[in-house]
């Protein structure tokens, strides 16, 4: 599966931003889905993941803000960012898994196919 991620940029602390990812394929259904970032002072972390049985999971700083979401007749994958704040700002990657538990979702060694990230910059 080809993935695109898309619909970053700037917003204002306490601000919201979605951003999707656009998945190619008949069998979108079947994957898991996933949530990363990157900024230059990180290493990619763990954001948010949604199982294929529609069960998700989210990283401590981000939880109660941010929602992954999907729609497969859209083959997308969405991720609703609330009250957004300025260490929020990274890059951000969709990644799709083909198999595993959700706990297994947390680690980037699970999937299979990244997206080329979308920035996300928060401003103070």
């Known amino acids: 599966v080809q993935l695109q991620a898309s619909g970053g940029g700037y917003v204002r602390a306490g601000g919201s931003l979605t951003i999707s990812c656009a998945a190619s394929?008949?069998?979108?259904?079947?994957?898991?889905m996933g949530w990363f970032r990157q900024s230059p002072e990180k290493e990619r972390e763990f954001v948010a993941a949604?199982?294929?049985?529609?069960?998700?999971a989210y990283a401590d700083s981000v939880k109660g803000r941010f929602t992954v979401s999907r729609d497969n007749a859209k083959n997308t994958v969405y991720l609703h960012m609330n009250s957004l704040k300025p260490e929020d700002t990274a890059v951000y990657f969709c990644?799709?898994?083909?198999?595993?538990?959700?706990?297994?979702?947390?680690?980037?060694?699970?999937?299979?196919?990244w997206g080329q990230g979308t920035q996300v910059t928060v401003s103070s």
């Open positions: 394929g008949r069998t979108f259904s079947s994957y898991n």
């Open positions: 949604r199982h294929r049985s529609g069960g998700t």
């Open positions: 990644a799709a898994s083909s198999r595993g538990i959700l706990s297994s979702l947390r680690n980037s060694d699970a999937y299979d196919n």
